[in-house]
């Protein structure tokens, strides 16, 4: 992986997204249909806040005494800009990786929104990193083999 290069060459661009005023019980399902960590919240195509499962979690982990109805009664009437992280990093998509990796090594911030005048055009989180470190290819194959005794 190339440090140097583009966030635009590891972003994920295709993403689902809520708006604030969207149900918890609506971020509940997109959370139970999807294998991702983080929700954008996008109002008009202009993202205003990011929800993580951790913070989903977090929010409902507080209802462990309440029944099946009472929870989806409190998902139903609560939104999506109640929980929402609004204080955001965000990223253009000719910003080099390793600027993201700054972030990220300097907060605790795991997915940054990827924006281009303004609209959210895809995100990037350490996962994408890792995932292109794994893929990385060496330049000399053998090396990564070699017998070292």
Same mark, same amino acid.
């Given at each position: 992986? #190339?440090?140097?290069?583009?966030?635009?060459?590891?972003?994920?661009?295709?993403?689902?997204?809520?708006?604030?005023? @969207?149900?918890? !019980?609506?971020?509940?399902?997109? =959370?139970?249909?999807?294998? =991702?960590?983080? !929700?954008?919240?996008?109002?008009?195509?202009? &993202?205003?806040?990011?929800?993580?499962?951790?913070?989903?979690?977090? =929010?409902?982990?507080? !209802?462990?005494? $309440?029944?099946?109805? @009472?929870? $989806?009664? /409190?998902?139903?009437?609560?939104?999506?800009?109640? %929980?929402?992280?609004?204080?955001?990093?965000?990223?253009? *998509?000719?910003?080099?990786?390793?600027?993201?990796?700054? %972030? =990220?090594?300097?907060?605790?911030?795991?997915? /940054? *929104?990827?924006?281009? #005048?303004?609209?959210?055009?895809? &995100?990037?989180?350490?996962?994408?990193?890792?995932?292109?470190? &794994?893929?990385?290819? *060496?330049?000399?194959?053998?090396?990564?083999?070699?017998?070292?005794?």
């Amino acid at each position: 992986m #190339n440090a140097y290069a583009p966030i635009s060459t590891i972003m994920e661009t295709d993403l689902v997204t809520v708006n604030p005023e @969207e149900t918890l !019980l609506a971020v509940k399902k997109v =959370f139970e249909q999807h294998s =991702f960590h983080h !929700l954008p919240v996008v109002r008009f195509k202009k &993202i205003v806040g990011i929800i993580s499962k951790s913070d989903f979690q977090h =929010f409902t982990g507080g !209802l462990n005494h $309440a029944s099946e109805q @009472e929870i $989806a009664q /409190l998902l139903a009437n609560k939104k999506a800009e109640d %929980i929402m992280t609004k204080g955001l990093g965000k990223l253009e *998509p000719d910003d080099r990786i390793n600027v993201a990796l700054e %972030i =990220f090594s300097k907060n605790w911030f795991h997915a /940054l *929104p990827v924006v281009k #005048n303004d609209e959210l055009i895809g &995100i990037v989180t350490t996962q994408d990193v890792i995932k292109a470190i &794994i893929n990385e290819k *060496p330049r000399e194959p053998h090396m990564v083999y070699e017998n070292l005794d």
